[in-house]
Nanobody
Framework: QAPLVESGGGSVMPGGSLTLSCKTS???????LAWFRQPPGKERERVAS???????YYAESVKGRFTIAQDSAVNTLSLQMNSLKPEDSAMYYC?????WGPGGCDSSFWGQGTQVTVSS
């Protein structure tokens, strides 16, 4: 079983909402999980992180609009995205790591990604 599998991407109008999900394998134990995104031709950006005990960290660009959460009982990580903007359009990746840095989860394992497009 792949360690991380994303779902829930799609197209939405500006101001709309989407929820991304990431199924994590029960065969792995992670210290932290994160969501990254990468628009075409741009660098990958870490948007939200969560430690195993629940501490969260958000990039300024999404603070107040996105919420990261984990449900350990069903090995699922989620990203609730509200008030979406065209600049939120990107491939979104679920990631996992074993250490925490100043900007959140230092990730070393990645999912395949799910596309989010915000457009009118």
């Amino acid at each position: 079983q792949a360690p991380l599998v994303e779902s829930g991407g799609g197209s939405v109008m500006p101001g709309g909402s989407l929820t991304l999900s990431c199924k994590t394998s029960h065969d792995y134990v992670w210290y932290c999980l994160a969501w990254f995104r990468q628009p075409p031709g741009k660098e990958r950006e870490r948007v939200a992180s969560i430690k195993h005990e629940g501490t969260t960290y958000y990039a300024e660009s999404v603070k107040g609009r996105f919420t990261i959460a984990q449900d350990s009982a069903v090995n699922t990580l989620s990203l609730q995205m509200n008030s979406l903007k065209p600049e939120d359009s990107a491939m979104y990746y679920c990631a996992a790591g074993r250490s925490w840095g100043p900007g959140g989860c230092d990730s070393s394992f990645w999912g395949q990604g799910t596309q989010v497009t915000v457009s009118s």
